[in-house]
C-alpha cells in the first residue's frame, strides 16, 4: 500500500490522507447549522420506484440519495470523498482496494450496516440489476471482509476509473437481510425502502406526495438537522413555478422549474439559483435513434438530421442559454474529451438535403421523403417544446415526423424494449468515458435494458477501442484510444448529439448547504438547514 499524493489522487488512485481535507466547510463561518424544519421540495416527474439500482430514472435518484447511501462521493472536481466508507487504499498493482466503513452504521430498520451488505451489493445486488455496474464489477475477481468494518475488493487488471464507481446513484449499498434470497424487482420493501441515508422513507401518496423524516439513528453526529423532506407532485410547470414564487416549496432542482422560468427567479433577491453539482453526472442530451428503424440505419441519413438542428437555437432559445451546445458523445467535463476531434455536422439544410438525396431518398409530390415516429420525453414542458422543435426542422428537409407521448414509467420501458424509432434522452458520464459512455455504443451492451445500447448501433471497430481503453491502466493509451473514438463516431452520428445538461437548483437563501459536492441535489442532504 502507498499513501495518497496529488498526482496518485489525480490519476484515480485514491487513499485516505487527503480525503477528509476535500471535504467542504459544513457552513459559512458566521452561520452555525440549526436543527429542525420542513424542507417542501417537487420530484417531476413522479417516479415508478424509489429504491436506486432497480430503476436509475432522474427522480429515484434525487429521493432516493437521501434513504440510500454509497461508499465515496465526490468534490466539484471529481476528487473521492468519505462516506460509508471513512478510507480507503489502493495496492501498489493498483488491483486491490481495501475500504474501512464507517463502524456506527445502521440501516432504518435497526440493523447494523456490514462489510457483508456492501459486498452483497455488489457482487450480487448491482450485478444483476445495473447495466452500468455489471461489466465494471466483473472486473472484481475476489470480494471478502476480513472483519466487519472492512471490504477488500480484488481487480483482475488495473482499472484506473474504479473509485468513480461508489455513489449512491452507482452503487447504492442496500440492506443483505432484506432483499438476499428474493427477486430483487418484486421484494414487497421496495414500496418501503430501507436504506442508511439521513432520512428514512414514511409515506408515499402517489400523484400528491412522497415524505421523508430524520433517521434519528444516522451515523453522523447532530445529522440531519432538517425534521422532514416532502417532494410534492405537481405535473404542470406553471403550478410548479407558482410554488416556488409563493415559498409553498424552499426548493427546486433538476427540470422541476422550465428554463424559460429562471431569469425571473435569478431577479427574485430571497432566492439562489445554483448550476454547480451536475459534474458528476456531466449529463449529454440527445435524439436516441432506433437503428433497427430504415432508413435510419444509414449514416447519411443520420448525418442529414444532425445538420437539420441547429443547437445554438436550441441552448439559447429552448433552453435560455443553460447548458452548453455538445460538440460530440464526450461531455467536455468528462475526461479525456478532445475538442481537436469533438466536431459534430454544422448546421446547414443543405447538406441535410443533399445527403438525404444521396441516399436515394427524394421528396414526393407533397415533398415528403419518409415519416417517422417520435416519442418526446416526459420530463417537463421544454421537451415538448424540444419535440415540435425536431419534428418542425426535419419538415424543411422533407422528413415527417409524428410525435407520441407517455409517460415516465412507459416511456422507460419502450426505450428499454426498443418500442421506438426516434426519442429524446439524457444520459449521465460519470466522470470517464469507460463509465458512462461506453454503455450506449458497444455491441456486446445491446441489451432490452434501459440506458445499454437500446438503440442497436454496432461497429467492430468503436467495441476493439473501448475494450482497449477499459483494459488498459495507461492514461496516454486510454487518451488515444477515445479520441478516436470521439473521431469515429462524430462521423457515424450513431445518435443525434444535442446540449451539454446544465440543471437549475433554485432555493430560498435561508436554505444553506444545498450544494456541497458534485452529487448536488442527489446528494443526501444530511448537512442540509435553514438559518
Known amino acids: 500500500m502507498h499513501d495518497i499524493t496529488r498526482r496518485t489522487l489525480l490519476s484515480g488512485v485514491a487513499l485516505t490522507a487527503l480525503a477528509p481535507a476535500l471535504r467542504p466547510a459544513i457552513a459559512a463561518a458566521d452561520i452555525a447549522p440549526k436543527r429542525g424544519g420542513i424542507l417542501n ?18 427522480p429515484t435518484q434525487l429521493a432516493g440519495g437521501k434513504i440510500f447511501q454509497g461508499l465515496l462521493e465526490y468534490s466539484f472536481k471529481l476528487d473521492p470523498m468519505p462516506q460509508l466508507a471513512k478510507s480507503w487504499s ?75 464507481m461508489f ?18 424487482r418484486t421484494n414487497p420493501q421496495n414500496q418501503k425502502p430501507i436504506g442508511s441515508g439521513p432520512f428514512q422513507f414514511v409515506e408515499w401518496q402517489r400523484g400528491n406526495f412522497l415524505r421523508l423524516k430524520r433517521y434519528d439513528g444516522y451515523w453522523v453526529k447532530d445529522q440531519p438537522y432538517l425534521d422532514e423532506i416532502i417532494y410534492r407532485i405537481i405535473p404542470d410547470s406553471q403550478s410548479r413555478a407558482l410554488a416556488l414564487q409563493t415559498g409553498q416549496v424552499q426548493m427546486t432542482q433538476a427540470n422541476d422549474i422550465e428554463p424559460f422560468d429562471i431569469p425571473r427567479f435569478r431577479a427574485m433577491p430571497n432566492l439562489e439559483v445554483e448550476l454547480k453539482g451536475w459534474e458528476y453526472a456531466s449529463q449529454l442530451s440527445w435524439i436516441e435513434i432506433n437503428h433497427r428503424v430504415k432508413p435510419l440505419d444509414d449514416v447519411r441519413v443520420r448525418q442529414a438530421i444532425s445538420h437539420a438542428l441547429d443547437r445554438s437555437f436550441i441552448l439559447n432559445k429552448l433552453w435560455f442559454g443553460i447548458g452548453k451546445v455538445a460538440t460530440g458523445p464526450i461531455v467536455s467535463t468528462t475526461r479525456y474529451y478532445d475538442p481537436s476531434v469533438a466536431k459534430l455536422q454544422a448546421y446547414n439544410l443543405d447538406k441535410a438535403k443533399a445527403l438525404l438525396d444521396a441516399a436515394g431518398l427524394k421528396p414526393d409530390g407533397n415533398g415528403v421523403r419518409f415519416t417517422i415516429k417520435h416519442l418526446a420525453l416526459p420530463y417537463g414542458e421544454v421537451w415538448m417544446r424540444l419535440a415540435e422543435y425536431f419534428r418542425t ?3 424543411k428537409i422533407g422528413i ?36 458512462g459512455v461506453e ?3 458497444v455491441s456486446t451492451n445491446i441489451k432490452k435494458v434501459t440506458f445499454t445500447n437500446t438503440g442497436g448501433y454496432a461497429n467492430p471497430k468503436i467495441d476493439a477501442l473501448f475494450q482497449t481503453a477499459r483494459d488498459s491502466g495507461d492514461s496516454a ?9 470521439q473521431q469515429i463516431l462524430c462521423e457515424e452520428i450513431p445518435q443525434i448529439w444535442l446540449m451539454e445538461m446544465q440543471w437549475p437548483t433554485v432555493h ?9 459536492t458534485a452529487m448536488g441535489p442527489n446528494a443526501g442532504f444530511g448537512e442540509v438547514f435553514f438559518g
Open 41 to 58: 421540495t417537487i420530484l417531476t416527474p413522479e417516479p415508478p420506484i424509489l429504491v436506486l439500482g432497480i430503476n436509475n430514472q432522474a
Open 90 to 164: 489502493v495496492s501498489d498493482d493498483r488491483k486491490t482496494y481495501t475500504f474501512k466503513l464507517q463502524e456506527n452504521v445502521t440501516f432504518h430498520d435497526g440493523h447494523k450496516l456490514t462489510a457483508d451488505d456492501v459486498i452483497f451489493s455488489i457482487m450480487k445486488f448491482h450485478m444483476e440489476l445495473s447495466p452500468r455496474a455489471r461489466p465494471i464489477f466483473s472486473k472484481i475477481k475476489e470480494a471478502t471482509a476480513p472483519d466487519p468494518h472492512t471490504v477488500v475488493l480484488t481487480l483482475d487488471s488495473p482499472f484506473e476509473p474504479f473509485l468513480l
Open 167 to 184: 455513489d449512491v446513484t452507482a452503487c447504492a449499498i442496500v440492506p443483505k437481510h432484506i432483499y438476499e434470497g428474493t427477486d430483487f
Open 393 to 395: 426542422s426535419l419538415r
Open 400 to 435: 415527417e415526423v409524428v410525435l407520441e407521448t407517455t409517460d415516465a414509467g412507459a416511456w422507460a420501458k419502450r426505450i428499454g424494449d426498443w418500442e421506438y424509432e426516434t426519442s429524446t434522452n439524457f444520459v449521465s458520464q460519470f466522470g470517464d468515458p469507460t463509465l
Open 439 to 441: 454503455r450506449t455504443y
Open 477 to 485: 493509451v486510454r487518451a488515444k484510444a477515445f479520441t478516436e473514438i
Open 508 to 516: 430560498e437563501k435561508k436554505l444553506h448547504n444545498v450544494i456541497r
